[in-house]
């Protein structure tokens, strides 16, 4: 399922986990499945790369204390590839989805963003950073 840059648009392509207690998660999937974390910054903090035998297999970060504060519990976001985040996101509030999280880069690594679709459910859009550099002349 992890393709990053590879995955076609339209395709699930990344998986994040959004946890109360971020080393207990790394434990306990580490455990689970044999997946091992690493460190990777991106954007004045970081998050944990999830991998199982040198693949990428999605990421987890600490949930906010502000979200915390609020009673937010742990969750998964799965991301659909697509080709420019602005121009899914208009067109996914056209058919009723609602913004969660405007559209912004992850360091090195995407353009993303949070919907909520037209059924209340959670997706995020990922539009691989490469694809954003090369449009714009670089390489």
């Known amino acids: 399922m992890v ?3 590879k995955t076609h648009p339209g395709r699930f ?3 994040d986990l959004a ?3 971020a080393g207990r998660a790394k434990n306990f999937y580490g455990k689970l499945f044999g997946w091992t974390s690493h ?15 040198d693949q990428d297999v ?9 979200l915390l ?3 937010i519990p742990s969750h998964w976001t ?4 697509v080709d420019n985040v602005k121009d899914a996101v208009r067109q996914a509030i056209a ?4 913004m969660i999280a405007d559209p912004f880069v992850v360091s090195g690594v995407a353009r993303i963003a949070l919907i909520e679709d037209s059924v209340g459910a959670l997706i995020g859009l990922w539009e691989p950073i490469e694809l954003n550099m090369k449009a714009n002349g670089h390489d």
Do not use: I
Not at 58 to 66: E, F
Not at 78 to 81: E, G
């Open 3 to 5: 393709q990053l840059g």
């Open 13 to 15: 392509c990344w998986l």
């Open 19 to 21: 946890a109360t207690d």
């Open 39 to 53: 460190e990777q910054p991106a954007n004045g903090g970081s998050f944990t790369r999830l991998r199982l035998s």
């Open 58 to 66: 999605g990421s987890l970060y600490q949930l906010r204390d502000a």
């Open 69 to 71: 504060d609020r009673g």
């Open 78 to 81: 799965p991301y659909v590839r």
């Open 95 to 98: 058919f009723g989805a609602t």
